[in-house]
């Protein structure tokens, strides 16, 4: 499942149970670039079942990547 290889890239860790889906949040709006209409992004969130494990967020090193 995508799911669960993306939460393994970015966490670290593999969730033990992907529990469902508890929502979705659809963003459209006017881009910084000029040649295109609009920006659209679908964002779904799961609940997610973890076991012991050493992973942490590390939010504030992913923030500045994005800067």
């Not at 290889?5 to 881009?31: D, I, S, Y």
Request: some cysteine; charged content about 30%.
């Amino acid at each position: 499942m995508a799911l669960r290889r993306e939460l393994t890239e970015e966490c670290g860790a593999t969730p033990l149970e992907v529990c469902g889906k508890v929502g979705e949040v659809v963003e459209v709006f006017r881009p910084q670039e000029t040649e295109y209409d609009a920006f659209h992004m679908t964002s779904r969130h799961y609940v997610c079942r973890w076991g012991a494990t050493s992973a942490s967020s590390n939010w504030r090193t992913t923030r500045r990547s994005w800067d």
